[in-house]
């Protein structure tokens, strides 16, 4: 019985330390991927900031 126990336990904590593991790589690759989305955040809003000023130069030209 206790050779069973041992086994066990044994693959708990083996499965308790991969997923352990798992979620802080997952955090890692999340708070690294962060700094890659920023500068693409800002292009986007310097591209539609200049949508919108286009846009309004076009509705004073029409008036």
Avoid: C, W
């Amino acid at each position: 019985m206790g050779y069973v126990l041992r086994v066990r336990l044994a693959s708990f904590f083996t499965g308790t330390a991969t997923a352990s593991f798992l979620g802080l790589y997952i955090l890692y690759k999340d708070y690294k991927g962060k700094s890659l989305h920023e500068p693409l955040n800002r292009r986007i809003f310097a591209l539609e900031s200049l949508k919108h000023a286009e846009t309004s130069q076009h509705v004073d030209a029409t008036k």
